[in-house]
């Protein structure tokens, strides 16, 4: 029986408890007929302190969701061939109806049709994800994985399978040491291949699986973030980008993609890697996706070695059994290329005469449309958009025949949105599945959101504004001045559960998210231009955002102002702190930010501050040192919250500490929080919750509004030491706690 797939009940208020427990839908996958798309959905309870995890169909026709199964180790489900049978992977595995290893991973197959009677195809001994697959016929389907390698023999590796160690030491002869919030290991990334054929009982059998990379040094999905956008599969091989094995990966982003011919399913490939040449393009590459036919490709690839925000050119590969003949679209005599825009995912139309390409506009994450072969380029050959708001989160042909697309996407009201599109007619739009009722189910709506354009440092900038959704122009709201990480990121039309700035208008706020020079979206010159300014451009970008602000918006409060910022935006609220705008603000928050330049050099990912700062430390230490804002302490005056975490190892927890120490050594009101537990993020829900209420707590006591709720309802523990006392107040009477 088939329910509704969005949220049934509203909330009166968007707290960060509804953020946090609203049901979280994956992408929409169709099957090959149109009638059905699946989808994962997550539910976190705060009353069961338990996640829930599901799998679901959607009737495209009627919107009606039907489950398919609760388990919640079950996830990554795609459609087997054309009917409605269906494969997942079931973390855990399963033995005689036991649970078994936490490292074994089960291939369930199952099916629309019959709930409840689905099976194990397969267990393999490891944990293994992004499943993907590749009829070949009727009775026999290629699929290909990625879990980690043993580098020792090429197999796959099982840490039940290791020895034990009786000691916890790890020797380094190499960067990278932490990756993200780990320790790196040798075990590394790999793609696995193999066949689930049809036996006589109708049942799939897995044959294989196979390490494609086996004896080449390559690591395929890229950590820490890689995954199915690093590879791809068809019906006679498989296509995937690799870091450089020659270079340092901490000091170097150079990927090259390579092909790796498949004859057999069953059985090793009968080559090596083979490596596709491209000319002039040393940086790095993504997006890896074959032609419908299977004998030509397409991906992304950038410019500059060392330079992750470079702009992604598209590259085809029109014959892959040509790798030295690859084209680049688009480009264009002087190096920039035609379009000025850097796409961040592409794929195929079912015809294969059209590129859909995914791309930052303005704010917003567009989905566009690009004829192919190109020949030969010209202005009147650039991308055309698809979609003109929100944020594209995936996009699928409707059916295997169809020229039409499932399109997934989000917004700053809509945690959720699948829309169904006609390239060629992108009007006639139909939208199938809003998951919050177009934000009603959240008590938000559209008409809270607006945007401004203010002058900056050397080109008009661009900000999004959220107003209260009880908002009246007569009155004075806060400001929430929020800035966003990267540098090279932007603030979008896109839900957020770790800032979203809906549920800090909710507060109280009007809140501005500004998007100053490095913002992607707006044209490569503009994100290229931070590079040896961190606390130039962005910072006269933000001061021109704030008079703007004051001047041309009667509704806000400028002098009950608060500014937060997280990575990058934590770096600048530390450099505000220390400059004439830091004054201008009631409270900062810093998440995870930068306090001393020098102290990148402790970080993961060497060549960012490298090309961000015009070269490593020693050789352009003058830039690193004009911009570090541990320069400015002695100006830091404005109350402060600091919040640092264990497990970043992008910017080690010691920044948080030394700007948390500067502020109680000067007198300063300030708080430290930080979670054991979490990374550069904040991604447990309870964690989560803690965070919000601790950092509305920070800012409303001081633009004179009321606590969120008593921290200390959550359970948190406090540790405060002792501040020196006079004498006097030493003999004073300490009430009872």
């Known amino acids: 029986m088939g329910t509704s797939a969005e949220i049934s009940i509203g909330a009166d208020k968007f707290t960060p408890e509804v953020l946090l427990s ?162 790196v290991t040798p075990q590394r990334n790999t793609i696995w291949y193999g066949l689930l054929q049809r036996d006589l009982d109708g049942r799939y059998k897995m044959l294989g699986p196979v390490n494609a990379l086996k004896g080449s040094p390559l690591e395929s999905p890229i950590a820490p973030f890689g995954g199915a956008d690093h590879f791809d599969l068809s019906t006679n091989g498989i296509i995937f980008v690799a870091k450089d094995p020659a270079l340092s990966p901490a000091f170097n982003t150079k990927c090259d993609f390579y092909y790796v011919p498949i004859e057999d399913y069953t059985k090793a490939p009968s080559s090596m890697p083979r490596k596709a040449q491209v000319k002039g393009l040393e940086g790095a590459a993504t997006s890896p996706v074959f032609s419908p036919e299977g004998n030509s490709a397409a991906y992304l690839k950038m410019k500059q070695n060392g330079y992750e925000s470079d702009k992604n050119r598209i590259i085809l590969v029109p014959d892959l059994s040509k790798l030295s003949d690859t084209v680049e679209v688009l480009s264009s005599d002087d190096g920039k290329g035609l379009w000025d825009r850097s796409p961040g995912g592409v794929r195929w139309s079912n015809d294969g005469k059209m590129l859909l390409l995914q791309a930052e506009e303005s704010g917003r994450g567009l989905l566009f449309k690009l004829a192919v072969p190109i020949s030969p380029p010209d202005l009147d050959s650039l991308p055309e958009p698809v979609t003109k708001s929100g944020y594209l989160s995936n996009t699928f042909p409707l059916a295997a025949n169809s020229s039409e697309l499932l399109v997934s996407s989000t917004n700053l009201v809509d945690n959720s949105v699948y829309t169904i599109i006609d390239p060629a007619n992108p009007a006639s739009a139909r939208q199938i599945s809003s998951n919050s009722r177009d934000g009603s189910s959240f008590s938000l709506s559209k008409d809270q959101i607006s945007e401004i354009w203010f002058p900056g440092a050397k080109q008009k900038v661009h900000a999004w504004v959220i107003k209260p959704s009880d908002f009246n122009s007569s009155h004075q709201y806060p400001l929430a001045y929020m800035i966003h990480g990267g540098p090279q990121a932007a603030w979008g039309d896109e839900w957020s559960t770790r800032w979203n700035p809906a549920v800090f208008a909710e507060q109280g706020y009007v809140v501005v998210t500004p998007n100053p020079t490095g913002s992607t979206g707006y044209g490569q010159a503009f994100c290229d231009a931070i590079q040896e300014s961190w606390g130039g451009l962005p910072y006269q970008d933000l001061v021109n955002g704030f008079d703007y602000i004051k001047e041309n918006l009667a509704y806000v409060d400028t002098d009950r102002a608060v500014a937060l910022g997280a990575s990058y935006g934590g770096y600048m609220i530390n450099w505000m702190q220390g400059n004439d705008l830091g004054r201008k603000f009631k409270a900062l928050v810093c998440h995870d930010g930068v306090f001393s330049m020098a102290n990148q050099m402790s970080s993961d990912e060497q060549y960012f501050p490298n090309h961000d700062m015009g070269g490593a430390y020693y050789d352009n230490m003058a830039v690193w040192q004009k911009w570090d804002p541990a320069r400015l302490t002695g100006n830091w005056s404005t109350p402060q919250l600091i919040i640092h975490n264990e497990l970043d190892y992008r910017l080690p927890i010691s920044e948080g500490l030394a700007a948390f120490n500067i502020l109680q050594e000067q007198g300063v009101d300030s708080r430290f929080l930080t979670f054991p537990d979490e990374n550069h993020w904040v991604l447990n829900e309870e964690n989560s919750l803690l965070w919000h209420t601790v950092v509305f707590n920070w800012i409303n006591q001081y633009v004179g509004l009321p606590p969120y709720k008593e921290d200390q309802e959550l359970g948190y523990v406090m540790q405060s030491s002792p501040v020196a006392q006079s004498d006097d107040q030493l003999t004073k009477d300490i009430p009872a706690r």
């Open 22 to 183: 609203a049901p979280r839908r994956s992408a929409a996958v169709p099957n090959a007929k149109g009638t059905l798309a699946l989808y994962t959905v997550t539910t976190y309870s705060f009353e069961s302190h338990r996640k829930t995890s599901e799998i679901r169909a959607i009737n495209i026709f009627n919107g009606q969701s039907t489950l398919i199964t609760n388990d919640e180790h079950a996830g990554d489900p795609h459609w087997l061939g054309d009917g409605n049978e269906l494969i997942w992977l079931k973390a855990g595995g399963n033995e005689n109806g036991k649970e078994a290893s936490k490292t074994k991973t089960d291939i369930v197959v199952g099916s629309v049709d019959e709930i409840g009677k689905e099976y194990t195809a397969a267990t393999v001994c490891g944990s293994i994800a992004d499943i993907k697959l590749k009829a070949l016929d009727q009775e026999r389907i290629a699929f290909a994985f990625v879990a980690k390698v043993r580098p020792e023999d090429g197999s796959m590796f099982n840490p039940d399978d290791e020895p034990k160690r009786y000691t916890s030491g790890k020797l380094y002869d190499s960067v990278m040491v932490r990756h993200w919030d780990k320790y």
